[in-house]
C-alpha cells in the first residue's frame, strides 16, 4: 500500500500494530522484541561476534585515558587506572550477560523483577535519557569525523565562511557535517541486534589497526624515552589521590553502563557458555586500546605543547591528507556502532538475580501484570528507598559541578566517585532491605526458563514451519506455573 507524504504526517500512520506475545497477560506488556528470545534467532557465537569484534570496536573508541593525562596522571598512575576499572567492569557485564543467556528476556523486562512491574518504567526511562545524551554527544563526535574527512579531501573547507551566531558553539561547517553524519547513521538505526554484529565485526578489523598506525607513528615522532616515559604527574598528596580516584571512577562509569543492558545482546547468543571470553577479552582490550592513548597523547603534549586526549584534535594537526583521512573514517565506524550498540538499541539494572533470587527467576511473571513481581502496587519499596539514600548524597557536588561558586565543602567529592559510591551503596542498603524485609511472594525453588515451555526439538536450524509453530504459541502463565507447582 502506497502512503500519501500527508497520511506520514498523521499519528494514526506511526502507530504500531499490538503483536501477540508468548507471555504477557495482555499483547500491551509485550512484543516480539520484548519476548524471550526464541530459538531460531540465537545465532551469536560470542567468541568471534561480540567477545573480539564487539569489544575491541568499542575500546578503540574511547579517550577516558588520555584525558587521565589531562587532569595531572601521568600514564604511571592512569594505566594502573585502566587495568584495575576494566578488570572490574568485567565482572558485572559478565554476570547480566549469563542473565541474558539463561534467562533470554531484555533488560526492560529484566528491571520489573527487582524494581516491580510498574516502578520498573524508571530504570527504563533512566537508561533512555542517558543513552540520548550519549548519543548526542557520540553524534557530534561522528560530525567531527566527517569534518575531518572532508578537510582531508577539501583542505579549504576549514576557511568556509561561518553564518551561525558564536553563541550557538557550532559553525555552519560543523552544522553541516552534523547533518551529514545523521544521513549516514540513520539507516544503521534500522538494523536488528542480529544483523548489526556485521559493522562489529568490520569494525573490530579496521579500528585497532588504525589505532596501531597512530602509536606507530607517535613512537617515530617522539621516542617513549623522551615522550610517554618521561612525562610525570603534574599533581601530589590528596589532589593525586583524587584525581586517581576520579579517573577510576570515570573508567568505571564509562563502560559498566553496558553492564544495564548487555543482556539485550547476550540472549541471542548460541549458548550460556558463548560469552564467557568477555571475562578476558574486555580487560585486555581496554587496557591495549588505553595504552595506545596515552602514548598518542603523550607525544600531542611534546609536539603541539597541549594534552589533546581527542584522537580528532590531535588528526586536525596532521599535514598527512591521507593519514588524516583514513583515521578520521576509521574513527566514523567506531562512532556509529558504539551509538548504536550503547545509545540507540538501548532505551539501571542492578544483579539482584544473582544476589537475591540466585538466579532463580520465574520469566513468564515478568510479563503479568498482577504476578509475582509486582510487589506492592507495581513498586519494590526496597528498590525505591535504595534509590533515594544513595543518590541524595551525591547532590551536593552535582551542584557545585555545575556551579562552581557554590561552596558544599568535602561532600563533593562523593560525586567526582560516583560511581563507585552509588554502586556499593546500593549493594549494601538493597542487601539488608531484602534481608530484612525479603519479598517472600518473588522467591522460586527453581528458575522458570523460556526454554521451559519452548519444544526441546527447535533449534536455530528450524525450518520455517517450525518458526511459525513457536511464534503462534500462546502459553499462558498459568499454565507454566502449573507445570512446575509454583504459586502465583
Not at 172 to 187: A, D, H, K, N, R
Amino acid at each position: 500500500m502506497t502512503i500519501s507524504p500527508i497520511q506520514w504526517l498523521k499519528l494514526s500512520t506511526w502507530e504500531l500494530e499490538l503483536e501477540n506475545t508468548a507471555f504477557a497477560t495482555d499483547n500491551r506488556w509485550s512484543n516480539r522484541d520484548m519476548d524471550p528470545t526464541p530459538l531460531h534467532l540465537r545465532t551469536w557465537r560470542y567468541a568471534l561476534s561480540l567477545a573480539v569484534s564487539y569489544w575491541f570496536s568499542d575500546a578503540s573508541n574511547i579517550a577516558v585515558a588520555s584525558s587521565m593525562l589531562a587532569i595531572g596522571l601521568s600514564w604511571r598512575q592512569a594505566l594502573p587506572a585502566i587495568v584495575v576499572a576494566y578488570c572490574i567492569t568485567a565482572v558485572p557485564i559478565l554476570l547480566t550477560g549469563t542473565i541474558g543467556t539463561r534467562l533470554r528476556v531484555p533488560f526492560s523486562v529484566l528491571s520489573r523483577s527487582s524494581f516491580g512491574f510498574w516502578f520498573s518504567y524508571f530504570p527504563v526511562i533512566t537508561r533512555g535519557i542517558i543513552a540520548m545524551s550519549w548519543f548526542g554527544i557520540q553524534t557530534y563526535n561522528g560530525s567531527e569525523c566527517i569534518y575531518q574527512m572532508l578537510k582531508a579531501i577539501w583542505p579549504s573547507i576549514a576557511h568556509v565562511p561561518n553564518h551561525i551566531p558564536a553563541s550557538s558553539n557550532t559553525t555552519s561547517v560543523g552544522m553541516m557535517c552534523y547533518i551529514l553524519y545523521w544521513l549516514l547513521q540513520f539507516p544503521f538505526m534500522l538494523l536488528s541486534p542480529q544483523k548489526i554484529r556485521y559493522l562489529f565485526m568490520v569494525k573490530g578489523v579496521i579500528v585497532p589497526f588504525a589505532w596501531l598506525a597512530m602509536v606507530i607513528w607517535a613512537f617515530i615522532k617522539v621516542p617513549p624515552s623522551v615522550g610517554l616515559f618521561a612525562q610525570h604527574a603534574t599533581v601530589q598528596g590528596s589532589d593525586l589521590s583524587w584525581a586517581w580516584l576520579t579517573a577510576l571512577n570515570s573508567a568505571l562509569s564509562l563502560y559498566c553502563g553496558y553492564a544495564v543492558n548487555i543482556a539485550d545482546f547476550t540472549r541471542y547468543a548460541t549458548h550460556e557458555r558463548a560469552q564467557y571470553s568477555q571475562a578476558i577479552i574486555i580487560p585486555v582490550a581496554f587496557t591495549l586500546c588505553s595504552f595506545a592513548g596515552l602514548a598518542v597523547t603523550s607525544a600531542g603534549i611534546v609536539l603541539y605543547g597541549s594534552a589533546l586526549w581527542d584522537p580528532l584534535q590531535l588528526i586536525d594537526q596532521w599535514d598527512n591528507r591521507a593519514a588524516a583521512f583514513f583515521a578520521s573514517f576509521a574513527f566514523l565506524l567506531t562512532t556509529i556502532g558504539t551509538n548504536i550498540s550503547a545509545n540507540a538499541l538501548v532505551a539501571a539494572n542492578d544483579l539482584t538475580y544473582w544476589l537475591i533470587h540466585r538466579g532463580r527467576i520465574d520469566v513468564p511473571a515478568m510479563y503479568q501484570v498482577y504476578g509475582r513481581y509486582r510487589y506492592t502496587f507495581g513498586v519494590n519499596w526496597r528498590a525505591l528507598v535504595t534509590l533515594v539514600i544513595c543518590i541524595a548524597p551525591a547532590m551536593p557536588g552535582l551542584v557545585h559541578s555545575i556551579n562552581p561558586s557554590i561552596n558544599v565543602g568535602g561532600i563533593h567529592n562523593l560525586f567526582a566517585i560516583g560511581w563507585i559510591f552509588g554502586f556499593w551503596s546500593a549493594f549494601i542498603v538493597y542487601s539488608v532491605l531484602s534481608t530484612l524485609f525479603p519479598a517472600r511472594g518473588t522467591y522460586v525453588e527453581k528458575a522458570v526458563l523460556p526454554d521451559d515451555v519452548i519444544p526441546p526439538s527447535a533449534s536455530c536450524d528450524s525450518t520455517d514451519e517450525d518458526v511459525e509453530k513457536l511464534d503462534k504459541g500462546n502459553v499462558t502463565p498459568e499454565t507454566v506455573s502449573g507445570l512446575h507447582g509454583f504459586h502465583k
